[in-house]
């Protein structure tokens, strides 16, 4: 491996004009199919293997045409305090409203409270609703459409009602950046030039971020795929681009001040970093892409689509970067190193390896401390609570949520998520007898506060009914609802031969958290095992990687207990801007797992190669956790402060699930970065000693020796050195 990706770098290196010119074309190629390919179509979000899907997809099946998927409106209207909507200037003012939507573009059907007979006016008479339905998708809603809705309903308002409107003709699409992302970029700009203290060697890793990114991103849009899983991958691209960039940069820059020329050093760069590159890329790509596991179409997209910018971006680090750095071969070096056969200056001890010292000087009493601090910390995390966001879930100062709390103040908790419970009687005597009986079951149960009448398919054999729950979409009086109605369900299919299926909102919410939690340990198992033989392969030892699996066991459940005390506890929610505090996204746990295994892997691989190389070349244990924190503790921690600086970016948008994730994101990289692998590896590595490297006999024949450290390289360009007799049996001295 390092061999191969040595003579790469050096290709690179020497052909520069030539990779860049391709890069170039691949870019422009990319941004062009970009532009030229069809929009995405939305297939919503849908759980295959659920009751709930199999409701939604039955209804498909015997209600052609009912499920419509054009966009939909839900105007809210409630008079003034002491005055109802019904009266004749508020419903005069209902009527103007409804008009003005109705003349709209894309509009293609008004349903007007007053008149249907389904209970579009609260008993009161305060508060009504009115449903708008399109004949286009969200995504193809124009902004004139939009515009006349939210015009109408100013009208509303300007007529003394206070009328709110939710559904998805007004739900703003994904969010792709923001100020605060700009932010995180300069903090990343900052970073680095700290680090290298050099202009040029600070831009690299942003210019070839920006291009992998670049290209992932219109190759995902030319692939197809949905905007959903545009997020995920801009973070994980911009993120791991920069990095990856950097560990090399900070390589070449190593070997230059070793004496190396420029092509020699920009080779043994890739061919040693570059080595730790594609194993940390190849860990990310595997524990996003196990994200299929689970079987949620929308999780596979988005964990298929960032593993895929993940790949750009390790490709874009080992031959644009090498290029790169054939234009500029001194100006990435401090401007004390750049004149021709400059002296390398004395540099006193880094802090990395002073670090190091103490950790291993004491390293009982720190890896102690450091497990009870993150245990204490993951302490939330017991009360994790599962759900799907609905507009509950948005700021009161959307109108969204608005109308949320509308429908709810007039109609009951429970209105704003009701059961849609589908009959299917098709294989029954009497259908119509069957489908009565259910909803005679329905109307009878404890928690349901209403029945809607049965609505017949064509052909007479199915049966939809709507049931309102008094309690709230996310309350556990709802869930426990749904599994009484399930269960009843059952027993009128025993009974009369008819299925009974429970959808809705609140169904699908427990249907996505029973089978995300089911998918979690096959997952891990998956992920995990795979990443673990990986990290066998790259440092030749069973106890670390081992150990790698274990501390970010520990960085994720901390990060669990970070969004738990701030998006359901309501700690520093005001200050992270944390409009309303509520359960999780069911999601969330496996989508975090995923993303935060595969860089959590990143940082054990940049360090701990380091540590392995110096042993390998001969240094006792102690000793080789010292140097390899000399080498690399600075450009790690640089790396973990872009990261989180780029992940924290995304806490400032509106989008609850992004804001989650970024928050999620950032604090288990700054645990996994700075608490276990700065601080529990070495003391793990001190404790273990040379048994952290053993591996036996039989499964070192097995293994591939990828060669990471570069120690073969080495080898074969200087073999008139000999090296210390440590290294002379590098196996043998581990292995038993």
């Not at 199919?33 to 659920?50: L, Y």
């Not at 790169?324 to 990395?352: C, D, I, N, S």
């Not at 966001?389 to 608005?402: H, I, L, V, Y």
């Not at 993303?595 to 054990?604: K, Q, S, T």
Request: net charge negative; charged share 15%; proline share 5%.
């Amino acid at each position: 491996m390092a061999s191969l990706l040595y003579r790469l770098g050096r290709l690179s290196f020497r052909r520069r004009r030539y990779f860049a010119f391709v890069w170039i074309v691949l870019l422009a190629a990319c941004a062009f199919a970009a532009a030229t390919a069809p929009a995405a179509e939305d297939d919503g979000f849908s759980m295959p293997g659920t009751e709930s899907q199999r409701a939604f997809d039955l209804m498909d099946e015997r209600f052609p045409g009912g499920n419509a998927e054009g966009a939909d409106a839900r105007i809210v209207f409630a008079a003034p305090d002491g005055r109802k909507v019904t009266a004749g200037d508020s419903r005069a003012a209902v009527d103007k409203v409804l008009e003005a939507v109705a003349r709209g573009a894309q509009v293609k059907e008004v349903l007007n409270p007053f008149t249907q007979d389904d209970n579009t006016v609260s008993k009161d008479g305060t508060t009504a609703y009115a449903t708008v339905t399109y004949n286009a998708v969200s995504d193809d809603l124009t902004e004139a459409t939009k515009k006349s809705l939210m015009d109408a309903v100013q009208d509303g308002r300007d007529a003394g009602l206070t009328v709110e409107v939710g559904g998805s003709a007004v739900d703003a699409g994904p969010e792709l950046g923001g100020v605060t992302e700009l932010i995180g970029i300069g903090v990343a700009a900052v970073v680095l030039f700290l680090t290298f203290r050099a202009l040029v060697a600070a831009g690299l890793p942003l210019i070839t971020a920006l291009v992998g990114l670049a290209a992932g991103i219109c190759a995902i849009i030319a692939a197809g795929m949905s905007t959903t899983t545009i997020t995920l991958a801009l973070m994980l691209g911009l993120a791991v681009g920069i990095d990856y960039a950097l560990f090399i940069v900070s390589r070449y820059r190593a070997e230059r001040a070793e004496g190396h020329p420029a092509e020699e050093a920009a080779g043994l760069a890739v061919g040693t970093a570059g080595s730790a590159v594609v194993f940390a890329g190849a860990t990310v790509v595997i524990a996003l892409a196990g994200l299929s596991v689970a079987g949620v179409p929308m999780l596979t997209d988005m964990g298929l689509a960032a593993a895929g910018t993940v790949v750009v971006a390790v490709l874009v680090a080992l031959t644009l970067l090498p290029a790169l750095l054939g234009f500029f071969p001194r100006a990435v070096l401090p401007r004390a190193h750049r004149a021709p056969g400059q002296p390398t200056p004395p540099a006193k001890e880094p802090a990395g390896s002073r670090w190091a010292r103490f950790v291993i000087r004491r390293p009982l009493a720190v890896l102690l401390l450091s497990i009870a601090g993150l245990g204490v910390v993951a302490v939330p995390a017991l009360d994790l609570q599962l759900t799907l966001p609905g507009d509950e879930a948005q700021p009161t100062s959307t109108t969204q949520r608005r109308a949320y709390d509308a429908l709810a103040d007039g109609f009951g908790a429970g209105f704003n998520g009701p059961l849609t419970v589908v009959v299917d009687a098709k294989d029954a005597a009497d259908p119509k007898t069957v489908v009565t009986r259910a909803t005679e079951i329905l109307t009878a149960t404890d928690g349901v506060v209403d029945v809607s009448p049965a609505v017949f398919n064509e052909a007479g054999d199915t049966a939809v009914v709507t049931a309102v729950p008094g309690t709230g979409p996310s309350a556990t009086a709802t869930k426990d609802l749904v599994k009484a109605i399930r269960t009843q369900a059952n027993e009128l299919e025993a009974d009369a031969g008819a299925s009974m299926l429970v959808t809705g909102r609140t169904a699908m919410n427990i249907d996505v958290s029973n089978k995300v939690t089911a998918a979690l340990i096959p997952y891990l198992a998956v992920v995990v095992g795979l990443a673990v033989v990986l990290l066998m392969v790259v440092f030749r030892s069973v106890l670390v990687p081992l150990k790698a699996a274990l501390g970010f066991l520990l960085s994720v459940a901390a990060s669990f207990g970070v969004i738990v005390a701030v998006f359901q506890w309501g700690w520093l929610s005001g200050p992270l801007g944390v409009p309303q505090t509520g359960p999780v996204m069911s999601m969330m746990p496996i989508f975090l797992i995923g993303v935060v295994f595969g860089l959590a892997m990143d940082y054990e691989v940049f360090l701990v190669t380091r540590v392995r190389e110096a042993f390998v070349r001969g240094e006792q244990p102690s000793q080789a956790i010292v140097t390899g924190f000399r080498h690399s503790a600075r450009v790690v921690v640089a790396a973990a402060v872009i990261m989180i600086a780029v992940f924290a970016g995304f806490i400032g948008m509106t989008d609850s699930m992004i804001k989650m994730l970024g928050l999620g994101l950032a604090s288990a990289v700054f645990f996994d970065a700075f608490i276990v692998r700065m601080t529990m590896v070495p003391a793990a590595l001190a404790l273990l000693g040379r048994t952290a490297w053993w591996l036996p006999r039989w499964l070192g024949r097995v293994l591939p020796d990828m060669d990471v450290e570069g120690e073969n390289l080495t080898r074969r360009l200087t073999p008139d050195i000999a090296l210390p007799a440590q290294t002379t049996h590098r196996d043998e001295s581990v292995n038993t």
